[in-house]
């Protein structure tokens, strides 16, 4: 009986999910959808290019050819962070956006690594010169990944720095990133009013500490914009670890996060290959049924409970070397990143 009630409250659960997703959604035949992006006023491709793909790319003429045609298709929303290949991203995606005027074709978003307020506006500006903008749509604390993170940013100042630079028009948004832990993510929400927050959003994270059950609705709630990422467990379509080590499909991982409440997913784009794969689930995509939830999540279940899939959050292999440091990790722990 217990099982059967469980099956049937996660039902009803998923079938007001889509249907949520069915409203938001906002498409015109052959073009990227869009979704409001929280309560912001503002309607973002429900793909965003990540930067750390891009900066992965070791000929800068072909990141910069990738990035105008995701553009050209219809991706507007573009991800990045100050940290990413030191800077390497940030001054690749900054210089692809100059050509052409495609910057006010785009939302922006980037990150900010520091905790304390003189380190956060050194990170703004850093950011903003080698973005080549005036202005950084979303600006998001990275990897809210410690317990102490939530602490740090209102003692030491780097929140209240956000704040200054929206008042003074450099930022338009507020948001904060994270991979660890939901309890983490909760911890934080209850400290401002948030425009976004961004979270692991895969079929995994459905049964191991799940930012989808216990971060989600609290932000439906409260009107923040979820931004999803790590769909494929890391990793690009070709090695995301869900896809490598076959628990399903590129296809159906992409197709399961964006059939969530959330306003968009970021994507590991590092080959035209890969660019054209997304865009073709984003120009597809419909919401799975509920059948199609049911029966993918039964079938990934045997081995999603443990984190096998997830090791961002069972291990430290996936903080940024920036942030071990930031917390006075060892240089053998830094090393170990994976």
């Known amino acids: 009986m217990a099982s059967t009630r469980r099956e049937f409250l996660a039902g009803a659960a998923t079938a007001t999910v889509l249907a949520h997703v069915a409203a938001q959604e906002k498409q015109v035949a052959g073009e990227i959808p869009k979704r409001p992006l929280g309560r912001t006023g503002v309607q973002v491709s429900i793909l965003c290019l990540g930067g750390w793909h891009i900066g992965w790319i070791r000929d800068d003429n072909e990141a910069i050819r990738i990035m105008h045609a995701a553009i050209d298709q219809g991706i507007t929303f573009f991800d990045n962070a100050w940290e990413y290949h030191d800077g390497r991203s940030e001054e690749l995606m900054g210089r692809a956006l100059s050509i052409g005027g495609r910057r006010h074709k785009v939302f922006l978003m980037t990150k900010c690594c520091g905790r304390d307020a003189k380190t956060a506006r050194q990170h703004l500006e850093d950011s903003l010169r080698r973005l080549r903008t005036e202005v950084i749509d979303l600006w998001q604390f990275h990897e809210i990944n410690y317990d102490n993170d939530p602490e740090w940013l209102l003692e030491r100042g780097a929140l209240a720095e956000g704040i200054k630079a929206k008042k003074e028009g450099k930022v338009r948004f507020l948001g904060f990133t994270g991979h660890k832990s939901p309890h983490i993510h909760l911890a934080l929400l209850d400290k401002f009013d948030w425009d976004t927050v961004q979270m692991p959003i895969n079929v995994c994270d459905y049964f191991y500490r799940s930012f989808l059950h216990q971060v989600v609705p609290l932000c439906q709630k409260r009107g923040i914009g979820v931004i999803g990422m790590k769909s494929l467990g890391g990793g690009s379509n070709g090695n995301g670890r869900l ?24 994507v590991g784009i590092d080959s035209m290959e890969v660019l054209k794969q997304d865009l073709a689930v984003a120009r597809n995509f419909r919401p799975m049924s509920q059948e199609e939830i049911q029966a993918l999540l039964q079938r990934v279940r045997p081995v999603a409970g443990d984190g096998r899939h997830e090791r961002f959050k069972s291990t430290q292999f996936y903080d940024s070397t920036y942030h071990r440091r930031q917390h006075y990790l060892t240089e053998e722990a830094v090393r170990g990143r994976g």
Do not use: G, T, W
Not at 243 to 266: D, G, H, N, W
């Open 243 to 266: 896809v490598v080590e076959k628990v399903c499909s590129a296809e159906e991982a992409r197709r399961f996060a964006l059939s969530q409440p959330i306003s968009s997913l970021v």
